[in-house]
């Protein structure tokens, strides 16, 4: 099984619309989650944290169900600029971060 | 924001050949610093864990001989792919851990290889 799993997609989506992803992951000892954004051939960067309580940046709302091991990302009012892949990461603290494959997301006019 | 520098960020090489990648953070101290492959279409795979004044630590799989990490002091770490063949193009990316901040990551441009 693999440490962190998402569908990979893609989705593809209209302008305006709301796109919602998930991602399991396997260690239960992981203690920081993250949802990292990866334009193509380039490196990823960081879009959120995620925090057991929920949390909101914008557009972007982030889900942690620590019992389900679960993570969501919502996306609000698609851009075509959201384009792009989002990666669900986890680590424990000062280890490196572990990755899932990504979802894969075109938002078009 | 902290910054992470990699160079070269593309590289072209023959086959047999070994290419070194440079791996710098520039308003930080990295006491460790992580270097990644990523193929294409797939998630990042961590390859080695670089430690300033220590060995290196590689996952499973990752041949220490073949991808050399010297981590000399605490703004770089080095990794040099050796005797270069095609099934080693690939993106890696460097990612250096501030020792003295929130334990936050942050990443390099990455260096895409390309072995003919």
């Known amino acids: 099984r693999k440490e962190v799993e998402q569908d990979p997609g893609p989705f593809n989506v209209p302008e305006g619309a709301t796109v919602a992803f998930n991602c399991t992951y396997s260690n239960s000892a992981s203690q920081s989650f993250f949802w990292y954004r990866q334009d193509c051939r380039k490196e990823p960067k960081l879009l959120m944290s995620v925090y057991s309580s929920g949390n909101e940046d914008g557009r972007f709302t982030a889900q942690l169900n620590r019992a389900s091991q679960y993570i969501s990302l919502l996306i609000r009012d698609s851009k075509l600029s959201d384009s792009a892949t989002y990666l669900c990461?986890?680590?424990?603290?000062?280890?490196?971060?572990?990755f899932g494959k990504g979802t894969t997301l075109s938002v078009s006019s | 924001g902290a910054v992470v520098s990699q160079h070269p960020s593309r590289v072209i090489c023959k086959s047999g050949t070994s290419v070194k990648i440079e791996c710098r953070s520039l308003?930080?101290?990295?006491?460790?610093m992580f270097w990644y492959r990523q193929f294409p279409k797939q998630s990042l795979m961590l390859m080695a864990t670089s430690n300033e004044g220590s060995k290196a630590t590689y996952e499973q799989g990752v041949e220490k001989d073949k991808f050399l990490i010297n981590h000399a002091s605490l703004t770089l770490s080095t990794l040099t792919v050796t005797s270069a063949h095609p099934e080693d193009s690939s993106f890696y990316i460097c990612?250096?851990?501030?020792?003295?901040?929130?334990?936050?990551?942050?990443f390099g441009p990455g260096t895409r290889l390309t072995v003919l």
């Open positions: 990612s250096a851990r501030d020792s003295q901040g929130s334990d936050t990551q942050y």
């Open positions: 990461v986890v680590n424990q603290a000062g280890t490196a971060l572990i």
């Open positions: 308003d930080f101290q990295a006491t460790t």
